[in-house]
């Protein structure tokens, strides 16, 4: 039985982009079930998924990433294939379009499971990415207009920056991810994501790292989206999975993994789960996470936020 969750992000989605965020992650859900309802890979069909989100200016992910404190743009990105373990990430690209194919490369072409920086540049130009600016001038007047509040001392470090987050929570997390197993019972997942608004050039988050933002097992997969920092604490994605492996289904896997995030350090966060058997879960403290999901023998796609 095959299935395919995506998620647009925990945070609080504004109003005014309830109807894009929806459209989006519908949209992300058709593109992965046209691969999985001709008996196609759930490798396949979270890569495709993932690639609508990231060309959707409407999510942090790919084009429409936010930028760092220095005006630009570094992605992170990942997937892994549930049979063998596998994992391909990348940190801190810039100027491609897809970073979740990216990261497949590196899974499939290399011996390595992440490249970062400069080095994951050149081998997107090795493996014939084209040059790509992932920056929309929604982004850019948002950085201008925050970044200069910084500088006139209104956040001065962290602690400042996360008053900026609680009155402006739409800049805080914007991951993009999906979840898939296919009706041959194989999982992936994969996961992308612009970073946190006005980052420090170098950071990395959790999406790229195996077991905290994206993670699959052969009992099933989960992508998270959050704050990196607490959740690269506690591998959030690799206790959903560890739960999965106790027999938990999806939906109890994802709940149990956000229950310990919250009583463990506390981050705001969301989490998406798919297990072997094409059943589904997810779980968020935020007031909202977009999402849609589609199982066999729905009549059609479900989303909400």
Known sequence: MYAILVHGGAGKVSPERFDSAKKG???AVEAGIEILKSGGRALDAVEAAVKVLED????NAGTGSVLTFNGEVEMDAAIAYGPNFDFGAVAGVKN???PISLARQVMEKTDHVLLAGKGANNFASLMGFEPHDPVVQRRREQWESYRKDFL????????KLRKLFQEHPEFLH??????AVDSHGETAAATSTGGVFLKLLGRVGDTPIPGAGTYATPHGAASSTGLGEGMMRVLITKVAADF????????HAATAALNYLDNTVGTEAGIIVVDRHGEIGYAYN???MSHAYFKEGMKEIESDL
């Open 25 to 27: 992650t519908r949209n």
């Open 174 to 179: 914007g991951t993009v991810g999906a979840v």
């Open 152 to 159: 006139n001392g209104d956040y001065k470090d962290w602690p």
């Open 56 to 59: 959707d200016p409407t999510f």
């Open 244 to 251: 999965l492996k106790m027999g938990l289904d999806a939906q």
């Open 96 to 98: 491609i379009r897809h």
């Open 286 to 288: 935020t007031p909202n």
